[in-house]
């Protein structure tokens, strides 16, 4: 992951590059919680051991040491809540793969299925892919998959145990990167 983490004294630095998939944000913010969590630890000893305060261990180098802690943890915080926002829009971004197209299923006998295509550009082989119906679909089981690029197929499938005419509707996919 191309993410540097680095804490010295009063500063928290976080250095990450653009373009990380989005399991590695999760990674990433998971990584931050954990450095949140002992934070509080390294920035006491770092203020006492390595000049903060050049008072030997007392109430005041406490003080001090505790007083950066404090500064530390708000920034890993802020960190942490951008990075959030950041891990928020790339889901949203693959979310937003979207087409739509009418759609008028053919009767289907119990057991029998139908397979057509929309159109959702930017989608690639080995994306995964949700479809829904605008009608009501009781008996029927709806699959998508990626089919080729910039098109997701989608199959209707009659297990109701009768025959089902579901009227013109609208049918819409989804493609999560």
């Given at each position: 992951?191309?993410?540097?983490?680095?804490?010295?004294?009063?500063?928290?630095?976080?250095?990450?590059?653009?373009?990380?998939?989005t399991r590695d944000?999760?990674?990433?913010l998971n990584y931050?919680?954990?450095?949140?969590?002992?934070?509080?630890?390294?920035?006491?000893?770092?203020?006492?051991?390595?000049?903060?305060?050049?008072?030997?261990?007392?109430?005041?180098?406490?003080?001090?040491?505790?007083?950066?802690?404090?500064?530390?943890?708000?920034?890993?915080?802020?960190?942490?809540?951008?990075l959030t926002t950041?891990?928020?829009?790339?889901?949203?971004?693959?979310?937003?793969?979207?087409?739509?197209?009418?759609?008028?299923?053919?009767?289907?006998?119990?057991?029998?299925?139908?397979?057509?295509?929309?159109?959702?550009?930017?989608?690639?082989?080995?994306?995964?892919?949700?479809?829904?119906?605008?009608?009501?679909?009781?008996?029927?089981?709806?699959?998508?998959?990626?089919?080729?690029?910039?098109?997701?197929?989608?199959?209707?499938?009659?297990?109701?145990?009768?025959?089902?005419?579901?009227?013109?509707?609208?049918?819409?996919?989804?493609?999560?990167?």
């Amino acid at each position: 992951m191309a993410t540097n983490v680095g804490i010295t004294q009063n500063t928290v630095l976080i250095d990450i590059k653009t373009g990380l998939p989005t399991r590695d944000l999760f990674l990433l913010l998971n990584y931050l919680s954990t450095v949140a969590a002992d934070l509080s630890t390294l920035v006491v000893e770092d203020a006492i051991n390595n000049g903060v305060t050049t008072k030997a261990p007392s109430e005041n180098a406490v003080y001090d040491a505790l007083a950066t802690r404090d500064t530390a943890i708000a920034a890993v915080v802020a960190s942490v809540a951008s990075l959030t926002t950041t891990v928020n829009t790339k889901i949203s971004t693959a979310l937003t793969l979207t087409g739509t197209a009418t759609y008028d299923p053919p009767s289907l006998a119990d057991g029998a299925g139908t397979t057509t295509t929309v159109t959702v550009t930017g989608a690639v082989l080995g994306d995964m892919a949700l479809a829904s119906f605008s009608l009501t679909t009781s008996g029927i089981t709806i699959t998508a998959w990626v089919s080729a690029s910039d098109t997701v197929s989608v199959r209707f499938q009659n297990e109701s145990g009768g025959v089902l005419d579901i009227a013109s509707g609208t049918l819409k996919a989804a493609v999560l990167r």
